[in-house]
């Protein structure tokens, strides 16, 4: 008994070592061992699964529509997982949570078991980790930092420390953004592996065995922390020619029975050695990746790994006649360590690599515009996710709460974000998925929001707070509360933390109208007519509304506020017709601009900024470019398509041969309205609000018309007399700037064969223009994702609609023809904010303004007959969630209820916040300083209990955090923030890794936040009354 037991004790002793072991043996220690001296081939084993692109997501998932493509991302993982089991030195590296967690809700216990066994000893590896791989032209930093942290959240939550992956993959995205690279350092990926990069570039680096470098992701700002080592494949992700033995390749198996025919394995031997010799070439290291996979491959995986494991023996065999290449299986980042090992003094870079190009007509530079709506309703959609997370998080302090819904939409926007989705360059029907998705994630959060109001805003609990209803469609003037009913309420909830003052404009039958603030005080409001092109807007169809009511509200720093309008009520605040004199100049102004039309022509003429006097001649016109018409005969032969811009002659067209440009102008208490007409099918309508430091245009388009057989491709174009020298500067994903010059990369010595979209680059919110001599910027800002350019110097166009007729074939096999709710042909609408002043003054609005356009006030509305007087009595008619105004330059941005504690005992409620500085260095005298925030005073009525400070993923303490060291030689000048390729003295640096949390902290959880940082915390808050 006693000996029984004792035996018992012994064990569960082991039982206990032996866990301890196996937890260990993920990362880099479970790599397949290499042989030194040796070329050795790291065999990766992979699939690459697009979420979505020629089916939808659920089809790939399930391998519906086979006839469309076959690809069945659930029996890939079925068919992995025991060929793993089967042999301890194979391995498998998995991508995209978005399928892996389809696939794992649906497992077994024993099957999950299995699983989690195989990723702790780093046979089953996840890399990058994202919910899906994302688009890096066309996302904004936003949603790319949210779509990786619901990935991680999935990984560390069921597979620990052995989950968390350490490589990035961008393998297949068209073209890379720096701001991704140093998203990535910060998410604490050791190294990011990608395939597609410009023709030139590739062939110069592969000459100069430059394929890997130290990707500066953030030269002037973050310094080495967004450093990141960037490895550029050699054959895109496939493998080399004549291997690639998945069931959809039709290539030779290995054949190695010398009594059969078709005897292969010398022939198969000979071609892989000097296919290993080629690739090697342009590597500085014994090391070669080799990326045995493509998209959705593995189906089969014993065809796979049978043939590999042939490969495998026959080329090791030869080490004992003296043969130097050796095949292992591998991993990214088994390669990674390696390659880190070799302990080499790296190339560096300082710019991205946009635009993409396959060839010499073939500028990826297309995309950056495709499906415009779409890019849209990405863009809104994680401006509402935002707010929802907000109100759920500060409504979870006074009751349960209900994060399902907000589930819905991470998920549907973590898809989005895919390198098909948000990029436009899926089927049509793919693309009308990814917008039901969207669709069905915001209205779970409509709820959410409902639910948090509820437990916000009223007071006397025995009424009922009224009934929401949200107006998704207010940009084209529908909303059927605000045009059914002659008094309603509008709650304007803010998401930044700074006050904001709001233009709203809402639908309307009324003539008139009193609009009331929370405090009950009547404000100014004007009615202005809707415009005739946006009353035939098909998708408006069943409107009523001839007007628009305007005002403004002014809503302090996370708070909701209400708002009381009561139609045909009061004197008419009618928007009247300007007056001027036929052909002579017409200036309208606020306190801030003052802009000149010309009164034959009605284009804008001159536009002053009255506070620091900066001028400009600026004149404003919509054309379009004739989109070349491809067939795949010969490359020359290449068209415009989804991917792809190819304009068919440099010069885009004017719309006034066809059209007289018709003008008016129309004036109101509020807001001065200039609208344009330049062809039956594009117009806009530019308006100058009381005291805005910009002027707003919004351009309508659509549908183009294609009956002629022509795609056609839509500018909107200023053209000053600004001296810009072939320079002009544009945005990567929301955040830093990038400098630009035409018909130039730095590099290497480009040649440009494509005069307008080899100069395309993605603007995801600004691009601006400088007359350095004059001191003066011209800035304009979006409200989406678009391709811009400056094609002559003092001009800067922005691509805003595109419709084409054929294919660009490259895998769509459809031509980008969007044809609208009544098939004629898709309107879209969007605005873009023009601004002028000084350089020196710019980015203190453009970072101000930029930030208020993708984080605008979440509206909803009730129909409540209630007044001020009797609403204040049952509800609050403001909510405020700050205590103190956190600095000008700084930005929450995120806050949302977090699942994770500090321990098992810890009942305290958890949240994730982060906090950003929005400026760079030297963009403002004062706004470019260090920014100081208090955590423990950052929320009005919550005392913080706890803070710790996580990478950018939330996925791990940043204390814990150690990235790989690697030396590298930067021909970045701080001095001229450029690179500067001849200069001699050449830095050698060493990445380092973050400061940490503990050693920065002052009291009262004060922390410093760098230009351009963002700091990541998870933090607990009790409720102090
Ligand atoms: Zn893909």
Redesign the pocket.
Same mark, same amino acid.
């Given at each position: 008994m006693l000996q029984g037991r004792r035996i018992y004790l012994t064990n569960a002793v082991l039982l206990y070592l032996l866990n301890v072991c196996l937890a260990s043996q993920c990362g880099y220690q479970s790599c397949n061992p290499v042989k030194e001296g040796m070329i050795n081939v790291h065999l990766v084993p992979h699939t /690459?699964d &697009?979420v979505g692109?020629l089916k939808t997501v659920d089809q790939y998932f399930y391998g519906d529509k086979n006839d469309i493509q076959e690809a069945g991302v659930q029996y890939i993982l079925d068919s992995v997982i025991p060929e793993l089991e089967k042999d301890p030195n194979k391995r498998f590296i998995y991508v995209e949570i978005g399928f892996f967690s389809r696939w794992w809700k649906e497992q077994s216990d024993t099957v999950k078991q299995r699983v989690r066994k195989l990723v702790d000893e780093g046979r089953l590896e996840f890399i990058l980790g994202g919910w899906s791989?994302d688009d890096e032209a066309s996302t904004h930093y936003n949603a790319i930092i949210d779509e990786h942290t619901l990935g991680f959240e999935f990984l560390r939550d069921n597979f620990g420390e052995c989950g968390r992956p350490r490589v990035a993959w961008q393998i &297949?995205p068209f073209g890379h953004s720096r701001e991704h690279a140093s998203l990535f350092a910060r998410m604490g990926f050791d190294g990011l592996f990608f395939g597609r990069l410009d023709y030139q570039d590739k062939e110069e680096r592969m000459k100069t065995k430059t394929m890997e470098m130290i990707w500066q992701g953030s030269p002037k700002n973050l310094g080495s922390q967004s450093d990141l080592f960037t490895g550029v494949l050699y054959n895109g992700y496939g493998p080399p020619g004549g291997f690639c033995f998945d069931v959809k390749c039709h290539e030779d198996p290995i054949m190695d029975d010398p009594n059969l025919h078709d005897f292969n394995v010398q022939q198969k031997v000979s071609s892989f050695i000097n296919a290993t010799l080629t690739w090697a070439e342009s590597y500085a290291t014994e090391h070669v990746l080799m990326t045995m996979g493509g %998209?959705f491959n593995y189906e089969n995986a014993n065809m796979w790994y049978k043939n590999l494991d042939k490969l495998m023996y026959y080329i090791n065999r030869e080490h004992a006649q003296g043969g130097n290449i050796n095949l292992l299986y591998s991993t990214p980042s088994c390669y990674l360590n390696q390659v880190n090992k070799a302990n080499l003094t790296w190339p560096s870079k300082q710019d991205d690599f946009f635009p993409y190009a396959s060839s010499p007509h073939t500028f990826w530079s297309g995309y950056f515009t495709s499906r415009p709506a779409l890019k849209h309703y990405v863009r809104q959609s994680n401006n509402f996710l935002q707010a929802c997370k907000h109100l759920n998080a500060f409504a979870s302090l006074f009751g349960p709460t209900n994060s399902n819904g907000i589930r819905v939409l991470k998920e549907a926007m973590g898809v989005a974000q895919h /390198? %098909?989705a948000v990029s436009g360059t899926e089927k049509q029907a793919v693309a009308d998925d990814y917008a039901l998705r969207l669709y069905k994630g915001v209205n779970a959060c409509q709820s959410v929001l409902e639910n948090a109001y509820k437990t916000l805003l009223q007071t006397d609990k025995n009424v009922n707070f009224p009934e929401q209803s949200f107006c998704d469609l207010l940009n084209i003037s529908r909303c059927n509360v605000t045009e059914g009913n002659e008094q309603f309420t509008v709650n304007v909830y803010n998401p930044l933390a700074r006050e904001v003052s709001h233009w709203i404009q809402l639908p309307t039958n009324a003539k008139s109208c009193v609009v009331t603030d929370p405090f009950g005080k009547q404000i100014v409001s004007q009615i202005v007519p809707i415009t005739n092109e946006t009353k035939r807007i098909p998708e408006r169809n069943g409107s009523v509304a001839e007007n628009s009511i305007i005002f403004m509200a002014t809503v302090p720093p996370l708070s909701s506020s209400i708002y009381f309008v009561e139609t045909n009520k009061g004197h008419d605040q009618d928007t009247k017709p300007l007056s001027f004199k036929p052909n002579e100049d017409i200036t309208i102004n606020n306190t801030v601009l003052s802009a000149t039309f010309d009164g034959t022509t009605g284009s804008l003429k001159v536009l002053k900024n009255l506070q620091s006097g900066a001028t400009a001649q600026v004149d404003h016109r919509m054309q379009y470019y004739i989109s070349h018409y491809g067939n795949t005969t010969r490359p020359k032969f290449q068209g415009s398509g989804a991917y792809v811009f190819r304009p068919n002659q440099s010069e885009p067209m004017d719309f006034q041969h066809l059209f007289q440009i018709q003008t008016k102008f129309l004036q109101g208490q509020l807001v001065q309205e200039v609208r344009q007409q330049f062809s039956p099918w594009v117009s806009t309508v530019t308006r100058l609000y009381n005291g805005a430091p910009y002027l707003e245009t919004e351009w309508t388009v659509g549908p183009i018309p294609t009956k002629d057989g022509i795609g056609k491709e839509v500018i909107s174009k200023y053209c000053s007399d600004l001296q810009t020298e072939a320079t002009f500067y544009t945005d990567a994903n929301g955040r830093e700037i990038l400098q630009r010059r035409r018909d130039y990369r730095s590099t290497w010595a480009f040649n440009n064969t494509e005069s307008v979209a080899g100069n395309y680059f993605p603007v995801n919110s600004r691009i601006y223009l400088q007359d350095v001599k004059k001191g003066v910027q011209l800035t304009v800002l979006t409200d989406r994702s678009q391709g811009g350019s400056s094609i002559q110097d003092g001009c800067l166009e922005l691509m805003v609609h595109r419709r084409l007729t054929t294919d660009d074939f490259f895998g769509a096999g459809e031509a980008l023809n969007e044809k609208g709710s009544d098939n004629q042909g898709l309107v879209v609408r969007g605005k873009h904010y023009l601004l002028l002043d000084t350089i020196e003054r710019s980015a203190q609005v453009h970072r101000d303004l930029a930030l208020k356009l993708y984080m605008k006030p979440v509206l909803s509305f009730t129909n409540s007959q209630m007044k001020h007087s009797d609403w204040s009595k049952y509800f609050r008619t403001q909510w405020s969630a700050l205590a103190s105004v956190v600095p000008q330059n700084v930005h929450i941005l995120t806050f949302e209820v977090s699942d994770q504690q500090d321990s098992k005992n810890d009942t305290h409620k958890h949240f994730l916040l982060r906090l950003e500085h929005i400026y760079e260095k030297e963009e403002s005298k004062v706004l470019s300083n260090p920014a100081k925030v208090s955590l423990m005073n950052i929320f009005k009525g919550y005392e913080v209990v706890s803070a710790k400070e996580l990478t950018l993923g939330a996925n791990l303490d940043l204390n814990e955090l150690h990235r790989l060291p690697w030396q590298y030689k930067s021909t970045y000048d701080e001095d001229s923030d450029k690179s500067n390729l001849n200069s001699d003295a050449k830095i050698m640096r060493k990445s380092q890794s973050f400061p940490n949390f503990n050693e920065y902290l002052l009291d009262n959880l004060t922390i410093i936040l760098n230009p351009m940082e963002i700091k990541t915390f998870q933090i607990a808050l009790t409720n102090s009354g």
């Open positions: /690459h &697009d692109w791989m &297949d %998209d /390198h %098909d």
